[in-house]
C-alpha cells in the first residue's frame, strides 16, 4: 500500500510541474473541442493529434495524450445537449434528456450537471485506478506468450462479439484487421509478406494512417449529408453556466451509482463508454420513481449517462496501461499512439519508466479538475466552436487528417491508403460493420501473431500450451462465453417474455 | 443482392485470395521454415467461412428485404457526388503535395474541398480559410514542432 502512494506522490511530482500542467490543459481543451464536433471522438483525437507530441518527450506525449482523451469524453455531451447530435457513440445516452433541457430553456443547467457529473465520475474512477493498476500489472507478470495471446483473442472475440445482430460482420471487420496487421517484412523470420513489391510496404500498414481514414476521412465524408441542413443551428447565448439545488439533489445518487457501473464496464473487453452509458441511463431509469420524466429532461437522466461514461474511459485505460492490450477501439489507438512514440504499455512499464505511467495517472486528476473548469465558467465561450459553420469545419478535419499522416509517416505513399481507407469507412458503415474490432484486429494483431508463434515454438509446436494452465483455460471460457453471451442473453429475455404473457 | 450478401462474397474473396498469397508464400531460411505461413493460412480460412456463413444466412432469410438494406445503383444523389467529388480532390491533392510543396497544394486543396460544400456563396470566407489554415499548419508543424514539409519549390519557403 505505501509503494502505491510513493508511486503516486512520485507522479504528481512529475505531473505538477508548469510544463506538465500546461499539457495537460492544452491536450484536455483541444480534446474537447475535438470531441464536440459530431461524429469525431476521442479516436480520431487521439490520431489527428498525435503529431503534435512528437517533440514533447515520453512522459509529455502521455500526458498530453490522456488529455485528448479524456477531453473528447467531457466534450463529446456538448453537441449532444445543444444539437441533439452526439460527438461520439458514449455521448448518445446524452441526448436524451439533455437536448429536452436546452429545449424547455435550461442548456445552462444541462451544460454544468454534463460538466460537474463527468468531473466526479472520472475523479472516483482515477481514485480506483490507482489502486487496481499494480495489482493487475504485478499478476500479468506471470503471464507467458500463450496466456498473451489467449488474452488478446479474448479482447477481440468480446468486442466482435458485441452485438447479436452483428456478430458475423464484427467477426469478419476483426479478421480483415488481423490480416492486415501481417503485412510487411516478417520479425520472425525476415520473409516479406504481402508487400506486392512496394518498398514502403516493407514496414508494414501503419494502423494510424488507417484510424486517420476510416474515423476522420470517412466521417468527414458522411456529414457532408448534414451540413446542408439547415435546421442545424444552435443557441449562442447563454446565461450563467450552472444548476440548481434541486436538479443537485436528484443527481447526486444517480452519478455515485452510475459511476462504480462505468468503471467496472470500462474495464470489461469489447463493452466501453457507449455500453456504460446506456446502462446507466436505464439503471436509473427503472429505480426511478418518475420514469415518465425520462426523456422530457430529467436531470438525473443526464447526470448517470455522463458519470458512466466518463468513468468508463478511466476503466479502459487500465488493461492498456497494465497489459499492453486495449479493450476497446479507441484506447486501441491510444495504444496505437504511444507505440508510435516508443513507450510499450504493459507490467514493464510501471517497473521501467514509473515517471510516465504514474505521471498520466496523476496528470488525469489534474486534468479532471482543469477540464471542470474550462467546462464551467468557460463553456460558453468553448461551445462557440459548434456554432462555427459545419461547411468550414469539416474540410479543415481533411487537411488536418492529411497532414498528421504525412508527420506520422512523411510518404506520400501512405496518402493514398489514407483516401482508399476514408473509402473503406463509407463501406463499413453501410455494410453495417462495426469499425472496433477492425481497429483492435489491426492493433494487437503483430503482437498476437508473435506470442501465438512464441508459444508453439516453445511448446516444440504442440498445442497443449494453449490449455495447459489454469489461467489459459480460465482464458478460454471467458472467449466461449463472451461468443456465447449475446445469444444466451436474447434466449433468456426470450424466455421471460413468454412466461410473463 | 444486399449489403449483407456483398459483406459475405467479398469476404470470402479476400479470404481465398489471402490464404492463396499466404500458401504460396517462399519459405524462411532461418527460424522456423513455415512459422510465417501457417497463421496467415489460417486467418485466410476463417475469413472464408465467416463470409460463407454471412451469404448462406442471408440467403436462407430472403423475403423481408427493407430498402436500406440493399445498395441503390444508378444515378448518384448530391450527397453522393459530394463525396466522389472530393475523394477526387483528395487524389489530386495527393499528387501535387510534393512539386507544388505543403502550401501551394494544400490553399489548392481546401478551396476546391471548401467550394464544393459552400458554392458560389462566400467566396471571401473560402479564400481566407483557405490561405490561413495552410500557412498556419505550415508555421505550426515546421518552425514549431521541427517537421518537415515539402516547401516550395521555386520561392524555397
Keep these: 500500500m505505501n509503494e502505491i502512494f510513493s508511486q503516486l506522490l512520485l ?66 455531451s456538448r453537441a449532444s445537449i445543444l444539437l441533439n447530435t452526439p460527438g461520439d457513440g458514449a455521448a448518445i445516452a446524452t441526448c436524451f434528456d439533455g437536448y429536452p433541457m436546452t429545449q424547455k430553456g435550461r442548456a445552462e443547467a444541462a451544460l454544468a450537471m454534463s460538466a460537474v457529473a463527468s468531473f466526479i465520475g472520472g475523479m472516483i474512477a482515477n481514485v480506483a485506478m490507482v489502486f487496481v493498476a499494480v495489482p493487475v500489472a504485478k499478476f500479468s507478470l506471470r503471464f507467458g506468450p500463450a496466456e498473451y495471446t ?83 443551428k444552435m443557441q449562442t447565448k447563454f446565461g450563467k453556466i450552472k444548476f440548481t439545488k434541486e436538479d443537485w439533489k436528484r443527481s447526486w445518487p444517480a452519478i455515485l451509482r452510475s459511476t462504480p457501473l462505468g468503471f467496472f464496464i470500462g474495464a470489461l473487453p469489447g463493452a466501453g463508454g457507449t455500453m456504460a452509458a446506456l446502462m446507466a441511463y436505464n439503471n436509473e431509469k427503472n429505480i426511478s420513481k418518475h420514469p415518465e420524466e425520462f426523456g422530457q429532461g430529467a436531470v438525473e437522466g443526464l447526470a448517470a449517462p455522463e458519470a458512466a461514461n466518463n468513468a468508463s474511459s478511466v476503466g479502459a485505460l487500465i488493461p492498456m496501461m497494465t497489459l499492453g492490450i486495449p479493450g476497446s477501439g479507441t484506447t486501441a489507438v491510444m495504444l496505437g499512439a504511444l507505440l508510435m512514440l516508443g513507450l510499450q ?19 488525469m486528476f489534474i486534468g479532471n479538475i482543469i477540464l471542470l473548469i474550462v467546462n464551467m465558467p468557460m463553456a460558453s465561450i468553448l461551445v462557440r466552436v459548434l456554432a462555427v459553420p459545419a461547411k468550414v469545419l469539416y474540410p479543415l478535419i481533411l487537411g488536418l487528417a492529411f497532414i498528421g ?86 434466449g433468456l429475455k426470450r424466455l421471460k417474455a413468454s412466461r410473463s404473457v | ?44 480460412g476463417i475469413m472464408t467461412l465467416l463470409g460463407l456463413s454471412l451469404s448462406v444466412r442471408e440467403w436462407l432469410s430472403k423475403g423481408k428485404a427493407d430498402a436500406k438494406a440493399s445498395p441503390k445503383f444508378g444515378k448518384l444523389t448530391r450527397h453522393g457526388r459530394e463525396i466522389a467529388l472530393a475523394i477526387v480532390a483528395s487524389v489530386g491533392y495527393a499528387l501535387v503535395f510534393k512539386p507544388l510543396g505543403y502550401v501551394i497544394s494544400t490553399v489548392l486543396y481546401l478551396g476546391a474541398v471548401l467550394f464544393l460544400v459552400n458554392g458560389r456563396e462566400k467566396l471571401t470566407r473560402t479564400v481566407l480559410v483557405a490561405v490561413l489554415f495552410s500557412v498556419g499548419v505550415y508555421v505550426l508543424f515546421s518552425v514549431l514542432l521541427g517537421i518537415q514539409l515539402p516547401r516550395m519549390p521555386i520561392l524555397d519557403i
Excluded at chain 1, 446 to 451: G, I, N
Design chain 1, 11 to 76: 507522479g504528481f511530482e512529475v505531473a505538477l510541474t508548469p510544463i506538465n500542467i500546461m499539457w495537460t490543459t492544452l491536450g484536455g481543451v483541444l480534446g474537447t473541442i475535438i470531441g464536440m464536433l459530431p461524429g469525431l471522438g476521442p479516436a480520431t483525437g487521439v490520431a489527428v493529434l498525435l503529431p503534435l507530441t512528437f517533440k514533447m518527450g515520453p512522459v509529455g506525449a502521455m500526458i498530453t495524450m490522456a488529455g485528448v482523451y479524456y477531453g473528447a469524453m467531457f466534450g463529446g
Design chain 1, 150 to 232: 489467449l488474452l488478446m483473442l479474448f479482447a477481440l472475440a468480446a468486442t466482435a462479439a458485441m452485438s447479436k445482430e452483428k456478430i458475423l460482420q464484427g467477426f469478419i471487420g476483426m479478421t480483415f484487421g488481423l490480416m492486415i496487421s501481417t503485412v510487411g517484412l516478417d520479425g520472425l523470420t525476415g520473409v516479406n509478406r504481402f508487400t506486392f513489391g512496394v518498398l514502403e510496404l516493407m514496414g508494414g500498414v501503419d494502423f494510424l494512417i488507417i484510424i486517420i481514414g476510416i474515423y476522420a476521412l470517412g466521417e468527414v465524408f458522411k456529414s457532408f449529408k448534414s451540413v446542408h441542413d439547415p435546421s442545424f
Design chain 1, 345 to 363: 504499455p504493459g507490467p514493464l512499464l510501471f517497473q521501467k519508466q514509473p515517471e510516465v505511467a504514474w505521471g498520466m495517472i496523476a496528470s
Design chain 1, 405 to 490: 499522416t504525412y508527420a506520422i509517416t512523411n510518404s506520400i505513399v501512405d496518402f493514398f491508403i489514407l483516401i482508399g481507407f476514408g473509402l473503406i469507412g463509407i463501406f463499413l458503415e453501410k455494410a453495417k460493420i462495426p469499425t472496433s474490432p477492425l481497429i483492435l484486429g489491426g492493433i494487437v494483431g503483430a503482437t498476437m501473431e508473435t506470442s501465438f508463434r512464441q508459444a508453439l515454438m516453445l511448446s516444440d509446436g504442440s498445442p497443449k500450451i494453449f490449455y495447459g494452465s489454469p489461467i489459459t483455460v480460465t482464458l478460454i471460457a471467458l472467449t466461449v462465453f463472451s461468443i456465447a453471451w449475446p445469444f444466451v442473453s436474447s
Design chain 2, 1 to 44: 443482392m444486399t449489403w449483407n450478401m456483398i459483406t459475405g462474397l467479398v469476404a470470402m474473396l479476400i479470404g481465398v485470395a489471402y490464404s492463396w498469397g499466404a500458401w504460396t508464400l517462399p519459405q524462411a531460411s532461418f527460424g522456423s521454415p513455415t512459422g510465417h505461413i501457417i497463421y496467415p493460412v489460417m486467418l485466410g
